[in-house]
């Protein structure tokens, strides 16, 4: 027999004695004693006791009544009384344990905040990329070619800023100001992007034209298929495809499509080499366009003169050069300021 068996069986003895109904003080004192020798003495006699009380056994266990007519007044119940040990300190109050988690749930929860964290970090990061970027500008009148690491050239206009992010996962320029040619490289899983204003203009791989003054865009595509849609993915501005040869405006919330005839693209991409070609222009956007690319403005003060149609192609920085043929041409007079020429009669 184990030592807790031992304490067990004493402590049923001492339970089967106590209803015996020859319990005395003397057995009761007895009791209180072998309670109070140890703390295993105390902890089985209290389950034993309570057990005891609450089976169904006490009952067939106790002694049966007297059969005796007389009546005989049974004994009350003897109390249970439960002394310390006489050297046994205090023990402090026990505090709640506190409530944990279960041990999945934890894990979860610090999975969870980790993806949390990886993804703001990541989003930081690629707003970082996208803020810093590539920069290219030209110098009203100049041009200049840029070679982008997907294969992609962008040749930039007068007075044209861009900003440039491309790596390995995006692809996107925003045109902040003046006119790009953009030859893009085929790359299905990268679209190239260019946002312009409020315009957001996706191509795969093709050839095409975006100019930007103000709010106003204008996209002509040369070769290929692009898609002009908001920028900021307004729903109520259904997104535009364009294709060979076409050319679209947009401005607020409309888009204006317009087919383009071959040689018409071709005089809008004379820039490239550094000329403007006019067809039935009108003196007025003739005028508009050697503004772009010189210092010294042209100004066409009459109406009337200004609806003056004219053609050719002429150097974009020799803009004294046109002045000499307008007033061998049509006989008009030139009145130069320094900064400005002011065309007459």
Not at 33 to 59: K, M, N, T
Not at 91 to 97: I, L, T, V, Y
Not at 109 to 130: E, K, N, P
Request: net charge positive.
């Amino acid at each position: 027999m184990t030592e807790v068996e031992r304490i067990e069986s004493a402590a049923a003895d001492w339970l089967a004695r106590r209803d015996s109904g020859t319990w005395t003080e003397a057995d009761e004192q007895k009791l209180d004693a072998w309670v109070a020798e140890s703390i295993a003495h105390r902890v089985a006699w209290l389950r034993l006791a309570s057990v005891w009380q609450r089976s169904d056994r006490l009952g067939v266990l106790r002694a049966p009544p007297p059969l005796t007519g007389t009546a005989t007044a049974k004994p009350a119940p003897i109390p249970i009384r439960i002394p310390l040990p006489a050297d046994a300190p205090a023990s402090a109050p026990r505090a709640a344990p506190a409530y944990r988690l279960p041990r999945f749930a934890t894990q979860r929860i610090a999975a969870g905040m980790l993806v949390v964290a990886a993804a703001c970090s990541w989003l930081g990061w690629r707003y970082t990329q996208d803020w810093k970027g590539e920069h290219y500008a030209t110098a009203v009148g100049a041009r200049q070619s840029v070679a982008l690491s997907d294969g992609s050239v962008l040749t930039l206009n007068t007075a044209t800023h861009v900003r440039a992010v491309v790596n390995g996962s995006s692809r996107k320029v925003w045109l902040e100001d003046g006119e790009a040619y953009f030859d893009i490289a085929h790359d299905k899983a990268h679209p190239f992007v260019v946002i312009a204003g409020d315009r957001r203009i996706t191509v795969l791989g093709t050839r095409f034209l975006v100019r930007r003054q103000g709010d106003q865009v204008n996209v002509t595509v040369e070769e290929g298929r692009v898609q002009i849609a908001s920028a900021q993915g307004a729903k109520e501005v259904a997104p535009t495809v364009l294709t060979r040869n076409q050319g679209a405006v947009a401005s607020a919330s409309s888009v204006l499509v317009m087919s383009k005839a071959p040689k018409q693209i071709d005089d809008e991409l004379s820039w490239r080499q550094g000329r403007l070609v006019f067809d039935q222009t009108t003196l007025g956007d003739a005028a508009a366009q050697f503004n772009r690319y010189n210092t010294r403005k042209l100004v066409i003060a009459d109406p009337a003169i200004a609806r003056i149609r004219i053609g050719g192609s002429f150097d974009a920085n020799n803009m004294s050069g046109f002045v000499a043929l307008l007033k061998q041409g049509f006989g008009l007079a030139a009145q130069d300021s320094g900064n400005e020429i002011r065309i007459s009669n």
